[in-house]
């Protein structure tokens, strides 16, 4: 097979004071960085569906771009894509990817032609991995974009649509596992609702922890020992998705018994979606035990939809990947790009640039991040400022030992606090963040 992008060369990490811009300036994949190489600690995947069949079309135009990858029927078309997909990782030295089923082969007119197909598919995959070493971050099945899921796949108000999302989950979960995959995801495209004038909420919601539980209970019985993710969002495609942030997902899984096998996959501009920033999503996934993977992509503030671009707002990425080294760094989970290209950025090389792009402000994300820690300022001030809770009043709190009434002593016989209290410092804590950022 001959190459798909044979003007490109293998990118190679020239430094920041490269002006190549076919290099990378800020990832160095061998570079130790926190006690692991760069490439073991950002883990970056490569999405099957944006970047190997996402061809531009919006809702207003056509596709701008060519995704047929020289083939003549659906069958090449699938294999070409791994082949292309293999030369991208290569070439960007990605060492994970990620799909959906019907990424890797569409639907055919029937269930069993389409696992037949995708199985075809798979093997290309398998063989490509055995030659390279690359390897598959997760899986997950698309049960959202036929229209037989319009209303919901596990929360379709239908049994039969829920069953054949339930067929495609098991056929995913059995691909997953062939790839070596140590996760899979389920993102609820359409698990959600428009109006509760045609809704039982609470039986969705139960089927939806009944759908997880079948996949849950399948998947350790054919030996998938890693994680299960669920990818929080608050709206698109549904007016409602149930799935809409960390906290809700956290307390739907504890509700149904399902955070022993579950994590979350936050991605960034879900997370700004849900009027959240991308760090408060994955503190309230770390703070819970549940912080298990990454969607990289950033959207644009200024509009109200899911752009998924490419990241490149290092702030964003520096708070982010403080948070993974806090949360002791990736294990099953990584960094996919759920991110695309602009629709005019249509040209092969784009692909090139944007992945750059993406990788080196994560790349910078996580130098700047190991820097906020080895500097111990910004640690030191929340330290401090929740010491009160290591002796006296604030420890006898935490230990159980005071109740109602001997705090009510306690605050009687300390009088007003309010002149006690000290500044919270933001402003301080956000030049320090400069300074940790950009100074010398
Ligand atoms: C959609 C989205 C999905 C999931 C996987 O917003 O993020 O691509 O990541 O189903
Ligand atoms: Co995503």
Known sequence: MSEFFSSIPKIKYEGKASKNPLSFKFYNPEEV??????????????????????????????????????????E??????????????????IDYFCFHDRDVSPDYPTLAESNEKLDKAVDIIAQMQAKTGKKCLWGTANNFSHPRYMSGAGTSPYADVFAFAAAQIKKALDVTVKLGGNGYVF???????????????GLELDNLARLMRLAVNYGRSIGFKGDFYV???????????????SATVIGFLRKYGLDKDFKLNIEANHATLAMHTFQHEIRVARDNGMFGTIDANQGDMLLGWDTDQFPTNVYDTALCMYEVLKAGGFTNGGLNFDSKTRRASFEPEDIFYSYIAGMDAFALGLRIADRIIADGRIDDFVTKRYSSWQSGIGADIINGKADLAAIEKYALEKGEVLGTIPSSRQEMLEDILNDIMFGG
């Open 76 to 93: 090449e078309r699938s294999a070409n894509k791994v082949y292309a997909a293999f030369e991208l990782m290569d070439k960007l030295s």
């Open 33 to 74: 960085i926190a006690g692991k190489t760069m490439k073991d600690q950002l883990k970056f995947a490569l999405s099957w569906w944006h970047t190997m069949c996402g061809e531009g079309a919006d809702m207003f135009g056509r596709g701008t771009t060519d995704k047929t990858w020289r083939a003549s029927n659906e």
């Open 231 to 245: 990818e929080p969002k608050p709206k698109e495609p549904t007016k409602h998705q149930y799935d809409v942030d």
């Open 187 to 201: 993102w609820g495209g359409r698990e959600g609702y428009e109006t509760l004038l045609n809704t039982n909420m």
